[in-house]
């Protein structure tokens, strides 16, 4: 059936890059998004890639896709304390049309 | 960006009432709706999805009749939580789809509903 999993928890340093990741099982999905929570409000949208494509980069963010394995990360590059949140991957499918969404990783950033 | 809204941000209701939560869609028509139930530390669970004009389709395990969505307007749905109890307590979150925004179909979120039952 559908899943989506990811690591609970990631702590790190303010600078350090982050790398949160998924893996997801449903490989009809054609989109991958990576969606930003911060307490008591909803999802962000942060950045999404097409099933064809293996990298995507905006700014601070990278996501790299590996569709052979199924696996999805998300990198945050020099890290700061407002990106603490929970950070929820997503897969789309049958037809784009239903978003199956992970646990979601809360990254905890350290001053 | 495509902004969503919901209403009421909080509500604190009685045992045995109903409430009703609004998303709307601001700025864009949204021909489909969704709406999410969040538990505390947990991710998103489809409750429903909802199509303007017609019968929202529930996922499985969701009450039809306790949870009743109307979506009657390309940029109105509402979740109505018949005869409340404490276990509908949850973080009710609604989101839309931009039809017209091109083939990313990506989904509008909105900020959310707390809902207690007392």
């Known amino acids: 059936g559908e899943d989506v999993e990811q690591s609970l928890f990631l702590s790190v340093r303010e600078g350090d890059s982050s790398v949160i990741n998924c893996t997801y099982t449903?490989?009809?999905?054609?989109?991958l998004y990576w969606y930003k929570q911060e307490p008591g409000a909803g999802l962000q949208l942060l950045t999404y890639?097409?099933?064809?494509?293996d990298m995507k980069q905006d700014q601070r963010l990278t996501v790299l896709l590996n569709k052979k394995d199924k696996h999805l990360s998300l990198r945050i590059a020099d890290t700061q304390t407002g990106d603490s949140a929970i950070y929820f991957c997503?897969?789309?499918?049958?037809?784009?049309?239903?978003?199956?969404f992970g646990a979601g990783t809360r990254l905890f950033v350290k001053a | 960006g495509a902004v969503v809204s919901q209403h009421p941000s909080r509500v604190i209701c009685k045992s045995g009432t109903s409430v009703k939560i609004e998303c709307r869609s601001l700025?864009?028509?949204?021909?489909?709706m969704f709406w999410y139930r969040q538990f505390p530390k947990q991710s998103l669970m489809l409750m429903a999805t909802?199509?303007?004009?017609?019968?929202?389709?529930?996922e499985q395990g969701v009450e039809k009749d306790k949870f009743l969505i109307n979506h009657a307007s390309l940029t109105l749905s509402t979740l109505t939580v018949t005869s409340a109890h404490p276990e509908d307590s949850s973080f009710y979150i609604c989101?839309?789809?931009?039809?017209?925004?091109?083939?990313?179909?990506?989904?509008?979120f909105g900020p959310g509903t707390r809902l207690t039952v007392t």
């Open positions: 890639i097409f099933s064809n494509m």
């Open positions: 449903d490989s009809s999905s054609t989109y």
């Open positions: 989101s839309a789809r931009d039809q017209v925004a091109g083939e990313t179909y990506e989904q509008y």
């Open positions: 997503a897969e789309s499918i049958t037809g784009g049309f239903k978003t199956i």
């Open positions: 909802s199509n303007e004009g017609s019968k929202a389709t529930y």
């Open positions: 700025d864009f028509q949204a021909t489909t």
